[in-house]
């Protein structure tokens, strides 16, 4: 199986680093990523002309190269799609860029920030619930102390 490392250093290997480290393919990526399609469509049609199709090891090398490309620019993958009209790749990668704090300035929402948010509100909720249903339930130390006062008295016929 073929390395990273030796695909790179590969004629066709060298060829997509070109190209996906091209300027315009940078952006041509990061517009299909904002549009929540995979980033490799933006070189899918331009790897088939360059060097024809890929193998299975070599699209995944492609799709790390991608990741390399994009990482530094604060973009990350998100989830995998299907390609509409892929022509060397079926699916692939959609890159996410989180949202950048500005002092003054509200961050944009994601919506995968939603489920987190939920998921506290409801341990927040049960929480609640717990000590008006219990009192102040305490912590493990106090109940064993507790208990042991309990058994005492009971030893001692009160």
């Known amino acids: 199986m073929l390395s990273y490392h030796d695909f790179c250093a590969s004629t066709k290997g060298r060829i997509i680093v070109d190209l996906t480290r091209h300027p315009d393919s940078v952006a041509e990526m990061q517009r299909h990523s904002r549009e929540r399609d995979p980033a490799v469509a933006a070189i899918d049609r331009a790897i088939v002309d360059e060097v024809g199709r890929l193998d299975d090891v070599e699209r995944q090398h492609t799709g790390r190269l991608v990741r390399e490309v994009l990482a530094p620019l604060g973009w990350h993958p998100a989830r995998r799609k299907r390609l509409r009209f892929g022509h060397t790749f079926t699916s692939g990668a959609v ?3 989180p949202a950048v704090m500005h002092p003054g300035v509200p961050a944009a929402r994601s919506p995968n920030d939603l489920p987190s948010e939920r998921m506290a509100r ?7 619930l717990a000590k008006a249903r219990l009192g102040n339930a305490g912590s493990v130390d106090e109940f064993i102390v507790e208990r042991r006062a309990e058994a005492r008295r009971d030893e001692a016929g009160w």
């Open 122 to 128: 409801a341990d927040e909720a049960v929480a609640i």
């Open 95 to 97: 890159y996410e860029r």
